[in-house]
């Protein structure tokens, strides 16, 4: 079936460090990739999105590249901040199993020290 | 706009009760997605309906249901209810139309706690 592997948490960085998390996936057929985040007390919000391979989704100074031949949509930031402190949430859709249904990667959490 | 809107915030509930949980999509948004959230399996699809019909389901026991009613809110029910129902659950919606539409905006959830 289809899953999310993220990379491992807790992740903690300073103020204005590079970024990296990773995300892979497993999907039988062409997926829609996600990454949301949530902040404590609160629901996910939709922080980028990409439906097609090669295609660069972009937000609040976040990025991630789908990438096909490595399964791969590993979401980064030139310079975090400590507001950028949350959890983060790679997720797929695939139109097979119904382009409804969010499958979810295990979430990383993420600490910005000033 | 306003968002997606659940209710209640917080509910405590017995074991053996049953519960509903209510949520109001985006006006406009015809789909709505429900999701469990616990700390031991994660966030994990419960069912979506749009237009009044349940398209996708995910894999729990019955005592899971939901509606969705004309005006595009949906109710959730647990029946019969266990301590590992506990969770915060999550109420998604979005247009539905296409591929493109996906990108589910979320409510803040309501947290259930089974005792």
């Known amino acids: 079936g289809n899953s999310v592997t993220q990379m491992e948490g807790p992740v903690t960085l300073s103020e204005e460090a590079f970024l990296t998390i990773n995300c892979t996936y497993t999907?039988?057929?062409?997926?829609?990739l996600f990454w949301y985040v949530q902040y404590p007390g609160e629901g996910l919000q939709l922080l980028l999105k990409?439906?097609?391979?090669?295609d660069k989704g972009s937000n609040k100074g976040f990025e991630a590249t789908y990438r096909k031949e490595t399964t791969s949509f590993h979401l980064e930031k030139g310079s975090v901040q400590v507001s950028d402190s949350a959890v983060y949430f790679c997720?797929?859709?695939?139109?097979?199993?119904?382009?409804?249904?969010?499958?979810f990667g295990q979430g990383t959490r993420l600490t910005i020290n000033p | 706009k306003a968002g997606v809107t659940q209710t209640p915030r917080y509910l405590i509930k017995t074991r053996g009760q049953q519960v509903t949980l209510s949520c109001s999509p985006i006006?406009?948004?015809?789909?709505v997605s429900w999701y469990q959230q616990t700390p031991g399996q994660g966030l994990q699809f419960l069912f979506e309906?749009?237009?009044?019909?349940?398209?996708n389901k995910g894999n729990f026991p019955g005592r899971f249901s939901g509606r969705q009613f004309s005006n595009s809110r949906s109710e959730m029910n647990v029946s019969t209810l266990e301590l590992g129902d506990s969770a915060l659950y999550l109420c998604?919606?979005?247009?539905?139309?296409?591929?493109?539409?996906?990108?589910?905006?979320f409510g803040s959830g309501t947290r259930l706690t089974v005792v």
């Open positions: 997720a797929l859709s695939d139109p097979i199993q119904g382009a409804q249904k969010l499958v």
């Open positions: 006006s406009g948004h015809r789909s």
């Open positions: 998604a919606s979005s247009l539905g139309r296409t591929r493109e539409d996906y990108g589910y905006t």
């Open positions: 309906y749009f237009s009044e019909t349940q398209r």
């Open positions: 999907a039988t057929g062409y997926p829609s």
């Open positions: 990409a439906t097609k391979a090669d």
